[in-house]
Every structure is written in C-alpha cells, then in structure tokens.
C-alpha cells in the first residue's frame, strides 16, 4: 500500500508540477494558462518522404509514385498518391499459392493483435507485409515506425507474427504465445 500510495503522490505532484488539466502553479485564478508549444510538421509529401527514405538507403530507386528501398536487408516499396492522400509501405513475404486456412486464419489473428499497424495482406498471387496511411498527416516517426513494423511481420511470419515488441490485448495471439512458452518450458523440464 505504501508503494501505490508514493506512486499515486509522484503521480498528482508530476500533473501539479507541470500545470496540467488546467491547473496553474500560481494562486491567481483569472491568471490565463499558457497553452503548450506544439510543434508541427510540415505535411508528407512524395519528396519530403523520398528525402527520408533517401537518408535511410542512399541507393533508393524512385519511378513515378513509387520508391524503392532496402532496409536491414529487405526490399521495401513504398508508393504514395497525393490526390488520394493515401500511401503504402510493402514488404513480399512470399507466394500466396499453399496458404492453408489454418495459416490464412493465424494470419488474421495477428492482424487482430499483433502485427500492430502493419498488416498481413495478399494481392498479386504473393504475401505481403503492409503499412497504409494517409500521405499528409504522416509524421517522420510514423512512417519510420511503419517501416520498421512492415519488415518485422515479414521477419517474424511463421513465427510470433509481430510487427513489434507489443500485442494488443483481446485477441488470440497471447493465448498462443502462452501455449509456446508452455512447450518450451515443458521442453525444458525434459532436459
């Protein structure tokens, strides 16, 4: 209880101190609060994200609305249409042709709760890791993050079907990775 309680006072004093939630630091209550300093980026476009892109693998190859990348060893696409305001990350996994349903159904699960932003998707006769969002309100960090999920769901297909270290509670993924880590451990007990 003593725990929860410092916790809870750090809690109230780091909202006091910071003027939170309206509250001022001073005693004067017509004293206006002063608003907080939002930065704001300027919106994405096809050559700011080119730009970025660019900085990452300095051998980016651009053709109309798409660019393509390599990441840690693995091919990204990117295509983006500003009058749609939409953009797309991808990364191929591999042929769409064999997925059984018991993998098709994994694969949504994951959707669901694991693969974070990034998604599972077919199309072409392939799979696919993907990343959609609207191009102009994507941050810098956004769309850094979005690479970073996309190739993660490639790299972990088959596997823990994760687009990062979390998984969002409610769906199906826990309860398998709990299952895994109950075979591995009664492996463990074996040796």
Same mark, same amino acid.
């Given at each position: 209880m003593p725990r929860l309680f410092s916790v809870r006072a750090l809690l109230i004093a780091a909202l006091i101190g910071a003027g939170t939630y309206g509250l001022s630091q001073t005693a004067t209550p017509d004293a206006p609060t002063p608003e907080p300093e939002v930065v704001l980026e $300027?919106? =994405?476009? /096809?050559?700011? /994200?080119?730009? %970025?892109?660019?900085? %990452?693998? $300095?051998?980016?190859?651009? #053709? !109309?609305?798409?660019?393509?990348?390599?990441?840690?060893? %693995?091919?990204?696409?990117?295509?983006?249409? $500003?009058?749609?305001?939409? =953009?797309?990350? /991808?990364? $191929?996994?591999?042929?769409?042709? !064999?997925?059984? #349903?018991e993998e098709l159904m994994r694969l949504m699960q994951a959707n669901f709760?694991? #693969?974070l932003d990034a998604r599972?998707?077919?199309?072409?006769?392939?799979?696919?890791?993907?990343? %959609?969002?609207?191009?102009s309100s994507l941050e810098k960090d956004q769309l850094l993050s979005a690479f970073i999920q996309t190739i993660n769901?490639?790299?972990?297909? !088959?596997?823990?079907?994760?687009?990062? #270290?979390t998984v969002f509670g409610g769906g199906d993924s826990n309860g398998i990775y709990q299952e895994l880590l109950k075979e591995l451990q009664e492996l463990g007990e074996e040796i």
């Open positions: $300027p919106p =994405m476009t /096809m050559a700011r /994200m080119a730009e %970025i892109i660019q900085a %990452i693998d $300095p051998e980016v190859a651009a #053709a !109309g609305n798409a660019i393509q990348f390599t990441l840690d060893d %693995i091919p990204v696409i990117v295509i983006a249409d $500003p009058r749609a305001n939409r =953009m797309r990350a /991808m990364v $191929p996994i591999r042929s769409a042709e !064999g997925l059984k #349903a709760d694991s #693969a599972y998707a077919v199309a072409q006769g392939r799979l696919w890791g993907v990343f %959609i969002h609207p191009l769901v490639a790299r972990t297909y !088959g596997q823990t079907y994760s687009g990062g #270290a």
